[in-house]
């Protein structure tokens, strides 16, 4: 009986080290590591395709083109994400495009990656940086915006998820 009772005892004791190595060797903890060595950069990407279907009713009736690609990284100190845009036609009016990064699931969350700069050509982009580490916002929005003050999301043009 004294030997049931060691070897459940070692059994927990192995058992809680393994979950708590696991949980330390997988988390994205923003933090550096204490040897003063760099974290190397995690990077997440995708391909934002239009979900508008050319819609007439939201004034689009060009985007089928429409493409784009995004690419989001952390260094342990910066989040990055960039994002790219063609055959996107000019809002209008004092409509503009804003871009979004997305948590999906029972943590549900949205950020503002702010408005897209116009790089002429029908071509946009949204650069956007942050010491806060977003990499589990893995789904990109990319949407229509009228100039009235609310800060919620509008329509959405372009998405895609982020791998």
């Known amino acids: 009986m004294k030997n049931i009772v060691i070897w459940v005892v070692l059994i927990i004791i192995i058992g809680v080290g393994g979950y708590y190595w696991f ?31 050319g819609d007439p009713v939201r004034g689009i009736s060009t985007l089928p083109t429409t493409t784009g690609a995004a690419t989001a990284s952390f260094d342990g100190t910066t989040y990055v994400v960039n994002a790219t845009f063609t055959d996107l036609p000019e809002p209008q009016g ?5 871009g979004w990064i ?8 949205f950020e503002s990656t702010g408005p897209l700069t116009n790089e002429g050509a029908r071509a946009y ?3 956007f940086t942050s010491s806060t580490n ?5 789904f990109y929005v990319l949407t229509l915006e009228p100039n009235d003050n609310d800060p919620a999301p509008a329509d959405h043009i372009v998405e895609g998820d982020l791998r």
């Open 94 to 98: 004092d409509d503009f495009y804003e």
């Open 125 to 127: 982009s949204n650069n």
């Open 134 to 138: 977003y990499l589990d916002y893995d």
């Open 23 to 53: 949980m330390k060797s997988g988390s994205n903890d923003a933090t550096q590591p204490a040897d003063g060595t760099s974290m190397p950069t995690q990077t997440i990407r995708g391909a934002l395709l239009d979900v508008t279907k």
């Open 102 to 109: 997305v948590r999906k699931g029972i943590n549900f969350a």
